[in-house]
């Protein structure tokens, strides 16, 4: 069953963006007609040579040298080449200010706040840079970070970076096995950390852990530690250690010698959840990253010189790579380290927001839900006057989210669900500030971006639910995976089902209007009596019941089928009665289908979620089904899978 059209649209555009400056120059120099987006869009699709290097100009990208050409074998997917020839380096991009301007706010959440100059910025990218440097980081190197969102950890990125070296991240929270998981694989030279993090009011000290792995990461030479639990830390139990004024104090700030780097020259290993498996290490590469971001930032978010951008993020999540490349057009980063909501503050990012004069603010589906079962509104206590954007990702956006947005945030704010992931460290679907915001739909597919939704059959397919693909191919494409030279792990990711074509792994529909809505990810579809069911169609109703605050569908091997099994977390004190089974159920049987009723429901204390916070369904299943996790590591709250084990009522 698809998700109903909405006649109305929730927000419409107002003032000229630069989107419509854009669409304006290209048909100017093209000598065409673009009369909305629709036709930038489809024209950026039919000729992807010409409106990637439209977008170059339009960025005013800094290149040490222009590209001899644009898209090399675009017929190949994998195998594209694009701006063949050319030498920039992405570091100079976003350090293009040197002014008294707040380049970096940042605020924890025990008050602690610190504000950077894009002049101290450049500064003490060019420290560190010379620091690196002497340790023998180059091109091909690899340099991590144990790190909070701070502006230490921008400043070590961007470091690494001007040399051409690798950066790659994981927030402190982390376990040792799940850092070595994924560190240990790319073996860094330099890793960097601070002595420990705040989360929920609580101070945890990460000395111990660091102290691990300093013993334990192959190819380490050198741990860079700087202090933020306050106080004088002591790091005599740590190997390499050396503190972060100690590694800067030899070199004083000056010009920052930034290295000419190929446009597909590595920049950052992400990496996959992992929860089945050893994390893929996935490359990007410099040109691909920056390109693709300054048209999602500048074209599809309206971002420019003197915005505020905040993104609640972890340094582990591929958003916080996205948010700061959104310095390349001269917005101020605010940057928040600790719990979104705080016990005796849930609206502590708003009231940021309001200090701030925010102008794009960026959070996970799950937050806004969470905060509308809470109560909060933020619209009603704080000045929001400034602020233009929401972004959402994570997990879809459930329509009654949208209506949370517009009720309690801002009625007059472009709320952008956006869709992509680390696979590809931007979007395939986002926001537009040139088109309506309709409930319950991500506004539109990304220019450049050959996005359609494929049935069964590899046909395309609109208002029909089916596999997300991109039939063409673009420069944020991975460079491809670590320790994987003949690229067959990489090529068994994306491009096995529909070869030479890029499957996502999203269950997705295409609406008549071009906007996308996602229906969850197809390794996670359910399939009872044969029928596929993406798991959002049942939480977007679920989580409509005011007694429920989360919930995770399963499909459960049951007599020779597969029945839909409902776990659901309930507001403290509540207990899943036969009454409230059946609102829930008669909740689903009137907005979806019979087969979208779960055959059992079950009421647990937690749910186990990833480090970004998205729930692993799958792993769930396994547990259900008796079968092993294979990697714990990658869960923040491993011990809720303990829950699912045995559980009496799935036993009938």
């Known amino acids: 069953m698809s998700v109903p059209v909405p006649n109305e649209p929730l927000w419409r555009p107002g003032a000229p963006c630069r989107l419509d400056a854009f669409r304006a120059e290209v048909a100017r120099g093209q000598g065409i007609a673009l009369d909305d987006y629709d036709a930038l869009y489809d024209w950026s699709i039919r000729e992807p040579a010409v409106f990637w290097q439209a977008l170059w100009r339009f960025a005013e990208v800094r290149a040490m040298r222009e590209a001899d050409t644009v898209l090399q074998d675009g017929e190949r997917m994998p195998g594209a080449r694009w701006f063949v020839g050319a030498r920039l380096n992405f570091a100079a991009n976003l350090l293009r200010r040197r002014d008294d301007g707040v380049a970096l706010a940042f605020y924890g959440e025990d008050q602690v706040r610190a ?4 002049g101290r ?19 091909g190197d690899r340099v991590a970070g144990l790190v909070p969102n701070m502006p230490e950890t921008v400043a070590a990125m961007l470091a690494t970076a001007s040399l051409g070296a690798m950066w790659s991240s994981c927030s402190p929270d982390f376990g ?3 850092v070595l998981d994924r560190f240990g694989q790319i073996a860094p030279k330099v890793l960097f950390a601070s002595d420990g993090y705040r989360y929920n009011g609580k101070a945890i000290d990460v000395r111990a852990k660091l102290a691990e792995l300093a013993g334990a990461l192959p190819g380490l030479e050198r741990v860079v530690v700087w202090n933020y639990a306050g ?10 250690v050396v503190t972060w004024d100690d590694f800067v104090a030899a070199y004083p700030a000056g010009e920052i010698d930034f290295a000419p780097m190929p ?8 990496y996959s959840s992992g929860t089945t498996g050893q994390p893929k290490c996935i490359v990007h590469g410099a040109g691909g990253t920056l390109l693709q971001h300054l048209k999602e930032h500048m074209l599809h978010g309206d971002l420019a010189d003197g915005d505020r951008l905040l993104y609640y993020t972890t340094c582990g999540w591929m958003m916080w790579n996205w948010m700061v490349s959104a310095l390349a057009v001269g917005a101020t980063l605010v940057l928040y380290d600790g719990a979104p909501l705080l016990n005796d503050a849930p609206d502590v990012l708003w009231r940021i927001a309001e200090a701030t004069r925010l102008t794009h603010f960026g959070t996970s589906a799950k937050y806004l839900s969470a905060l509308e079962k809470a109560g909060v509104a933020p619209g009603e206590r704080y000045d929001l006057s400034s602020l233009r954007f929401v972004y959402s990702t994570g997990s879809p956006l459930l329509p009654a989210s949208y209506d949370y947005v517009y009720r309690a945030i801002k009625p007059d704010v472009a709320l952008c669900s956006i869709s992509g992931g680390t696979d590809i460290v931007s979007c395939f679907a986002l926001g537009c500030p040139a088109k309506p915001v309709y409930r319950g739909e991500l506004q539109a597919r990304g220019l450049g971006m050959a996005v359609e939704v494929w049935n069964e059959a590899g046909a395309p397919v609109v208002g029909e639910k089916g596999e997300l693909v991109c039939t063409r191919p673009f420069p944020s494409m991975p460079l491809g995976f670590w320790n994987d030279a003949d690229g067959t792990k990489y090529r068994a990711a994306y491009f096995e089902r529909f070869p030479g074509v890029w499957v996502h792994g999203d269950w997705a529909e295409l609406s008549t209007r071009g906007g996308l809505i996602i229906h969850g990810r197809s390794d996670t579809v359910l399939n009872p009596g044969g029928v596929r069911i993406g798991t959002a169609e049942i939480y977007r109703q679920v989580e409509t019941v005011p007694e429920v605050l989360e919930s995770l569908a399963i499909g459960q091997d049951w007599q020779g089928d597969v029945r839909v099994v409902l776990f659901v977390r309930l507001a403290a004190g509540l207990t899943l009665s036969d009454e409230l089974q059946q609102t829930i159920r008669a909740r689903i049987r009137r907005h979806t289908t019979p087969r979208h009723v779960p055959a059992r429901i079950v009421q647990v204390a937690d749910i186990p979620r990833t480090q970004s916070g998205k729930f692993v369904e799958l792993a769930v299943r396994e547990v259900v089904h008796g079968r092993p996790v294979k990697n714990l590591t990658a869960l923040a709250n ?3 899978l303990e829950l699912f084990r045995n559980l009496a009522e799935l036993a009938v």
């Open 115 to 118: 504000t950077w100059s894009w």
């Open 121 to 139: 910025l450049y500064g003490t990218v060019s420290r560190l840079a010379q620091a690196l440097r002497a340790q023998g980081v180059g091109p």
């Open 176 to 178: 040792v096995e799940g």
């Open 638 to 640: 491993p011990e809720a």
């Open 263 to 270: 446009f597909e020259a590595p920049l950052t290993i992400l």
């Open 231 to 240: 106080g004088t830390p002591e790091l005599d139990g740590i190997a390499k």
